[in-house]
């Protein structure tokens, strides 16, 4: 049985998994991969690679972000890097108003 605290990190990291995604896009674009690690190191969790797929493809196909192969110089594989659309940022902005403004509401 969960905790309510297990709870509640589990609806606020997994559940809004968008509004990490693009926070970190918009320090620059990146590849599915490297943000999954990005979210671990500055958040502290780390989502399943299917999530991060999943949400990264909704962005995409709703214009939060577009996303461009980029050939690797060093042999490697070409990866898909994202990047924040002007959409993709108000919809950050909204997220990170709402979430302030519930904290607010909730410290009285």
Do not use: C
């Not at 606020?12 to 943000?35: C, N």
């Amino acid at each position: 049985m969960t905790t309510p605290m297990e709870r509640l990190r589990n609806k606020i990291t997994k559940e809004v998994l968008w509004v990490y995604i693009l926070r970190l896009l918009k320090e620059r674009p990146m590849y599915a991969y490297e943000l999954k690690q990005h979210i671990r190191e500055a958040f502290n969790f780390e989502p399943a690679t299917v999530s991060s797929y999943v949400v990264l493809y909704k962005l995409e196909k709703d214009g939060y972000v577009t996303a461009e192969w980029q050939e690797s110089g060093t042999g490697k594989p070409s990866r898909k890097y994202y990047k924040l659309t002007p959409e993709g940022e108000r919809l950050l902005e909204g997220g990170l108003n709402f979430l302030e403004e519930t904290l607010r509401k909730l410290r009285g």
